[in-house]
């Protein structure tokens, strides 16, 4: 009997404590070493695992599904400290209720976006908005701002109106219009710096159908031209993404060249309620034949994004995608584009393959680190943000051409942030300048005043938040 019991509590005691484990992101290229991966089973085990934790002051990184492409994520590697280094998933919190009435839905921090859409669409409900994959983990998009594309709709930590969250003590904090109301702007946005989110509740619609139309377009390099009409079709359209331009290495000549076309897509309410099709014909990560002119009509999340299976290429890529007032948008575009032209001889190498833009837009909210927050915009600024994105796509996995391309990535911001009141995107390539982030953040201080209440020891601190947002009282954090 003890001799079966022995092993049972030792396969127990792993799935709660686990051992070293190594942490990756999506694309394996950022990692570190834990002392353990630990999943509790619910939000109690999670508040038990913290305050036995915090007399030993270990460093706690709270994961979603890494998919990101810095080191937000990462945890303290075991290499660099003392004390003990856990990453903590609370991928077993899977409770769920749904509020028609309110229209609300409240779930556990466990819940993948992919999986909370389906069990929505099963309730003839909808999100409003939401990024082009599926992927994420449903706190962990919405701790980073993830967003799609929308003028008249912020990104989907806006939908949030409610939050349970435990700090390092393992006290439950609630956050929502009725309780600590005026915090509910730090924690919509928290970045894992503020506690461990156990639970949510967002606001949600009707099941909602839409029709996305995708239009095919001549390429010019004369960029004035190019981007005005671009700022045309943005007057156009409320919801609109643009691909392009794209440009390709080709191996021969060692030259980049830029495609004579590009490709659009716009999307519009509908009371259709036909065959859903736009999961037979989409167009995302390199899956599918993407430009053509067609058009389909589906449910919103599945007119938007594509589910976890459409991600089609897996090449290593760089990425910076920066939010800006849309008011600047075609000497924006000009500037990056011009930038990113002068720049391609360092990428002369037969691992990279395709430069491409995308463009989207998104209005501006009042969540302190939101990276559309509008705190420091001006009377003639409508509160809408263009965004751009560049995609460093490679042909074949190399490290030293992905390091190349990360640096390339990383120079935008010194040179345009402040320029152009531009702001990062969190879990993408971003230089740390805490000077810079406290002018483009101007609730910073607010911000790092609520994360040393919630963590005065440092332990939620790792290399990113220690660097990016400034938390000079954790100078010693390792
Ligand atoms: C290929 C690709 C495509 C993408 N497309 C889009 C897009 O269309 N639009 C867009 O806006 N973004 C996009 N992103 C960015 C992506 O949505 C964000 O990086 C998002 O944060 C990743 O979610 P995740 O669950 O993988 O989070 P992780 O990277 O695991 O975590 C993100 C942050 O959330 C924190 N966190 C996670 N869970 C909790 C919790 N329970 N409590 C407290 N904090 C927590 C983590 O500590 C971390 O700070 C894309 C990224 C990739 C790699």
């Known amino acids: 009997?003890?001799?079966?019991?022995?092993?049972?509590?030792?396969?127990?005691?792993?799935?709660?404590?686990?051992?070293?484990?190594?942490?990756?992101?999506w694309q394996f290229e950022v990692t570190c070493e834990s002392d353990g991966y630990v999943a509790p089973h619910n939000e109690q085990a999670v508040a038990n695992f913290l305050k036995n934790q915090y007399p030993n002051a270990p460093h706690i990184k709270v994961v979603g599904n890494g998919h990101g492409f810095g080191n937000l994520t990462t945890c303290v590697d075991t290499s660099l400290t003392q004390k003990k280094s856990f990453i903590v998933s609370l991928t077993n919190l899977k409770d769920i209720s749904i509020d028609k009435t309110n229209m609300t839905v409240t779930f556990g921090a466990g819940w993948d976006v992919y999986d909370l859409i389906e069990e929505l669409?099963?309730?003839?409900?909808?999100?409003?908005?939401?990024?082009?994959?599926?992927?994420?983990?449903?706190?962990?998009?919405?701790?980073?701002g993830t967003h799609g594309s929308a003028q008249d709709l912020g990104n989907i930590a806006t939908q949030i109106i409610g939050l349970r969250v435990l700090d390092a003590q393992g006290n439950l904090r609630i956050v929502n219009e009725t309780m600590n109301a005026q915090e509910l702007d730090a924690f919509r946005i928290s970045l894992g710096a503020l506690g461990l989110i156990t639970e949510a509740t967002i606001k949600v619609q009707p099941t909602t159908f839409f029709k996305r139309t995708t239009v095919v377009l001549n390429s010019t390099n004369d960029?004035?031209?190019?981007?005005?009409?671009?700022?045309?079709?943005?007057?156009?359209?409320?919801?609109?993404?643009?691909?392009?331009?794209?440009?390709?290495?080709?191996?021969?000549?060692?030259?980049?060249?830029?495609?004579?076309?590009?490709?659009?897509?716009?999307?519009?309410?509908?009371?259709?309620?036909?065959?859903?099709?736009?999961?037979?014909?989409?167009?995302?990560?390199?899956?599918?034949?993407?430009?053509?002119?067609?058009?389909?009509?589906?449910?919103?999340?599945?007119?938007?994004?594509?589910?976890?299976?459409?991600?089609?290429?897996?090449?290593?890529?760089a990425e910076i995608e920066h939010f800006f007032p849309i008011e600047e948008f075609v000497n924006v575009a000009t500037n990056y584009t011009t930038y990113q032209q002068s720049q391609n001889s360092r990428m002369n190498t037969d691992y990279n393959g395709l430069v491409i833009y995308q463009w989207r837009a998104l209005r501006g909210d009042s969540a302190w680190?939101?990276?559309?927050?509008?705190?420091?915009?001006?009377?003639?600024?409508?509160?809408?943000?263009?965004?751009?994105?560049?995609?460093?796509?490679?042909?074949?996995?190399?490290?030293?051409?992905?390091?190349?391309?990360?640096?390339?990535?990383?120079?935008?911001?010194?040179?345009?942030?402040?320029?152009?009141?531009?702001?990062?995107?969190?879990?993408?390539?971003?230089?740390?300048?805490?000077?810079?982030?406290?002018?483009l953040f101007p609730k910073l201080p607010d911000f790092l005043a609520i994360q040393e209440r919630q963590d005065p020891q440092c332990q939620f601190v790792n290399e990113f938040l220690y660097t990016q947002l400034g938390i000079e009282r954790c100078a010693n954090y390792v």
């Open 1 to 25: 009997m003890v001799a079966f019991k022995l092993p049972l509590l030792l396969v127990l005691l792993h799935a709660v404590f686990g051992s070293a484990h190594r942490w990756f992101n």
């Open 121 to 144: 669409r099963a309730n003839d409900l909808s999100f409003q908005n939401l990024g082009v994959e599926r992927v994420q983990n449903m706190i962990g998009a919405a701790s980073t």
């Open 223 to 317: 960029w004035n031209q190019f981007y005005t009409e671009m700022e045309q079709m943005y007057k156009e359209h409320e919801r609109l993404t643009v691909w392009g331009p794209h440009f390709d290495y080709f191996e021969n000549n060692k030259t980049w060249g830029l495609e004579p076309t590009y490709f659009a897509s716009y999307w519009e309410p509908t009371n259709y309620t036909g065959a859903r099709n736009c999961s037979d014909n989409y167009c995302a990560n390199g899956c599918g034949n993407c430009k053509q002119n067609y058009f389909c009509y589906d449910e919103i999340a599945y007119a938007n994004s594509c589910p976890p299976q459409g991600v089609c290429s897996h090449e290593f890529y």
């Open 369 to 439: 680190m939101s990276p559309v927050n509008t705190y420091n915009l001006g009377p003639e600024s409508s509160g809408v943000f263009g965004i751009i994105e560049i995609d460093w796509l490679q042909s074949y996995n190399n490290f030293p051409a992905l390091w190349d391309n990360q640096a390339l990535a990383d120079e935008f911001m010194p040179k345009f942030g402040e320029k152009f009141n531009a702001r990062s995107h969190w879990n993408k390539m971003n230089p740390a300048n805490a000077t810079l982030i406290k002018e």
